[in-house]
């Protein structure tokens, strides 16, 4: 499956953004959906998933209650609406496919495919 995130940008502290990965190859449905991120010089850190029929959903202690992950099968597409958003999320955020079942969602080894990324920066 190949992965396009889009929807990063430059936004002011408490604004909000809408993260896009769109799906394509193989049946989106077959997968688990997560979203990572990564700040300069620091690692690759979960943020949220979302299981292949959106009946469960994960999040990062520092996206709950300000991210919500949703995904549109029909469509191919998985989301991230990001409000209120901090300083500190400034990243760049990944969009990545894993399986069907997902057992340790905040795992980023638990992911086979990932987006190019988009850039998010939050200016205070």
């Known amino acids: 499956v190949q992965l396009q995130a889009s929807g990063g940008g430059l936004v002011q502290a408490g604004g909000s953004l809408r993260l896009s990965c769109a799906a394509s190859g193989r049946t989106f449905s077959s997968y688990g959906m997560g979203w990572f991120r990564q700040a300069a010089g620091k690692e690759r850190e979960f943020v949220s998933a979302i299981s292949w029929s959106g009946g469960r959903t994960y999040y990062a202690d520092s996206a709950k209650g300000r991210f919500t992950i949703s995904r549109d099968n029909a469509k191919n597409t998985v989301y991230l609406q990001m409000n209120s958003l901090k300083p500190e999320d400034t990243a760049v955020y990944y969009c990545?496919?894993?399986?069907?079942?997902?057992?340790?969602?905040?795992?980023?080894?638990?992911?086979?495919?990932w987006g190019q990324g988009t850039q998010v920066t939050v200016s205070s």
């Open positions: 990545a496919a894993g399986p069907v079942a997902l057992v340790r969602p905040g795992d980023r080894y638990e992911y086979d495919y």
